[in-house]
């Protein structure tokens, strides 16, 4: 696997972040760029001028030839890139695959961004006429869980504080800065309720990750091979008007328990989890969906910090989405990227290290407001 | 890596401007009747599900044969959020409420909430969706409380 440093790349083109990405994962898989049959991209690409990443990166980083594709599933569009590439091994079409996340969101002014992320709903029926924005979106969830549940603008704000305590022990988050709750209460208010800290940032980045056969991973005598054991994947109604109700994410509770079925584990068996904390009130209805806690009770996981390092299921000690940086289409990348090095405990400082009983680690990402939802159990 | 002290870009010389001619042949008494003041909904002919948005095809039971109803618009707001930081094309607009409401009907719509403050909006509060002449080439609707 490797993985660029993330924040505002202005110094690289979307080929040169990817190279950053792509160059130390070869290296790493004991494979060259022409020994690589097929790659698949996540990427929206939409704040970049290249139409065709999988393309352009291809032929930057010597894959020419390969079988190329990039997938779209909005902010799980990287996780779409490894359930692809997953899939053309697994039907034994190719014994291996690259899978590229990248994304330079940098390139365009902040309102035009907002503008195309909002547009990623349901355009007709809630951009044309109503502006939503992304951060608006969480919102009418915040508002419905705070009401329901008793969860609270602080209990939002722990979220982000514990993400930037580990982003700021990660050398390749975008925000290295610890915040305190009165800071993330204080800050400029967004969508109400949330506010500045409540989001994560715009970000460029780019993650890869090297996937094998287990005949390819013998031949290659991979030292420490990290198994994908399950992928579930769900979705959910574009309008969100068509949804039953703003506590949660279905597509994430379909996905995870589809995961959870086919890898035979349960919440209880994950040593380490990164979820799609886009925003802090996702980290937390993210904790419900996933089973981590009982439906109401994920604002109590963070209070008790029990999604800590040393709590009962630390989640996100990379800085999450919050604070690491949510580069669209590489999230999902980056995601096992981190769990990958977390499952062979090679994570320094060791401080964000989390302990390993079972050596099985979960991945959550959704895209849009839980428009799609992948789940990617893995295991060492 | 190395990196690169002061980054220097090039300012692209093409500029791209999009604009998009939305189909709604389809769904045109819709946007008619908002010119009238009604709010329609579809009812599938087959399976009896009502749509809202209206759509043309029903996705439940694959049947294209829709009934057209006016609703009452009474509702119930259920969520909402007042949007401060906005897209591109919404700048020139002041601060607004996006709120979902589940409508007596048991559907639910999102509009803007308007004629209210967001410190006295409320979960539960009760709206009317009402259809909006925004200019002369141009209809909305939005929630007002009742």
Redesign the interface.
Known sequence: MGH??FGDR???NLSELSF?AVHPSLESSGLTAKEIPYMAVGSMGVWS?EPLPAVVIAEYCGLTGAGLVRCEAACASGSAAVFNAYSAIKGGQVDAALVVGVEKMK?I?N??I??MI??AGYY??????????F??YY???A??HM?TYGTTEEDLALVAVKNHKYGSMNPLAHLRHEITVEKVLGS???????KLYDCCPITDGAAAVVLASEEKVKELGVETPVWIDAIGFSSDTA?????E??VGLDASVRASRMAYRMAGVSPEDVDVATVHDCFTVAEIMAYEDLGFCRKGEGARMVREGETEVGGRIPVNVDGGLKAKGHPIGTTGVSMLAELTKQLREEIKPRGRQAPMKNYTALAHNTGGTGHYCYVTILRR | ?K??DK?V?LK?ARTLQLTYN?PISRTSKFWQGLKEGKIYATTCQKCGKLH??PVADCGDCGASDMKWNELDGAGEI??????????????E?PD?I?A?ARLKEG??????LTGVK?EDVK?GLKVKLVAKVVSEDRV??EFTPI
């Open positions: 660029s440093r202005s110094d690289v950053e001028e390139q002014d309102p035009t907002m503008e909002g547009r007709l029926w809630e951009f044309e006429n109503f502006g939503m924005t951060p608006a919102a009418v969830h508002v419905q009401k400029s208010v967004i969508a109400w309720p949330l309008n969100l008007s068509k949804r109700n703003y | 890596m990196n690169v980054p870009s692209s939305l809202f948005p259920e969520t909402f959020t007042e949007v401060i930081v906005k897209p591109a094309s919404f700048s607009e607004y996006v979902i559907v639910r719509a999102l509009a803007w967001r979960v909305s609707y």
